[in-house]
């Protein structure tokens, strides 16, 4: 069983600039959760979507935005990037989707994005 | 004050040291209690998790939930090099579809052979 996939791993931008991350989940997992990680706030949380609308919005301005399609893969864009958007964007998915029980997280390996 | 609270380390340890991994939390509605593992250059896995309080044991890991301290932990017995990583502690209501796992930063273990 494939695990979840994130492209691409590693990427340069300049301030200013746009990024755009994809994520694959698990077959079968519907949903998909956003993270950001650096080493000063450890991962926080972005947003998480639930069969193609946004059921959850971390504390993020409105320049981190994602969607997620009818195949559940998901992607998550950044606009106008700041050098502290520096960070590992982390992708998760789960089969949840009750509102009960435990949300057991799968991560993908990350994207690595730096921004010069 | 953050929700969830977790001491970065570094910690280094003997191979075969028991060690000791802990989270406090100021959210008494956290019903979830997770603890995951992060290898350098990889995504967190999960390792356990535990519903409310209590203990629960998986192998060399055991994880404990005292919630009216609010405080859980996690011993690794008879660590091993492998087990050099970090580990982070996550936590979330029992309405876990409305609540998004909240992470703590992450505690970074080295184990010395």
């Known amino acids: 069983k494939a695990g979840v996939t994130q492209t691409p791993r590693y990427l340069i931008k300049t301030r200013g600039q746009q990024v755009t991350l994809s994520c694959s989940p698990i077959?079968?997992?519907?949903?998909v959760s956003w993270y950001q990680q650096t080493p000063g706030q450890g991962l926080q949380f972005l947003f998480e979507?639930?069969?193609?609308?946004?059921?959850n919005k971390g504390n993020f301005p409105g320049r981190f935005s994602g969607r997620q399609f009818s195949n559940s893969r998901s992607e998550m864009n950044v606009s106008t990037l700041e050098l502290g958007d520096s960070a590992l964007y982390l992708c998760?998915?789960?089969?949840?989707?009750?509102?009960?029980?435990?949300?057991?997280?799968?991560f993908g390996a990350g994207s690595r994005l730096t921004v010069l | 004050q953050k929700e969830v609270e977790q001491d970065p380390g570094p910690l280094s340890v003997p191979e075969g040291a028991i060690v000791s991994l802990n989270c406090t939390y100021s959210?008494?509605?956290?019903?979830?209690f997770m603890w995951y593992r992060q290898y350098s250059r990889k995504g967190p896995e999960l390792l356990m998790y535990?519903?409310?309080?209590g203990n629960k044991e998986d192998g060399r890991f055991t994880a404990q939930v005292d919630k009216s301290s609010k405080y859980i932990s996690l011993f690794i017995r008879d660590s091993q090099p492998s087990d050099s990583a970090t580990y982070l502690c996550?936590?979330?209501?029992?309405?876990?579809?409305?609540?998004?796992?909240?992470f703590g930063k992450g505690t970074r273990l080295s184990v010395i052979a």
């Open positions: 077959s079968g997992h519907r949903s």
């Open positions: 535990t519903y409310s309080s």
């Open positions: 998760a998915s789960s089969s949840a989707g009750g509102s009960s029980g435990a949300n057991v997280l799968t």
């Open positions: 959210n008494s509605a956290f019903q979830y």
């Open positions: 979507y639930f069969s193609e609308t946004q059921r």
């Open positions: 996550a936590m979330s209501g029992v309405d876990s579809g409305n609540t998004p796992l909240v």
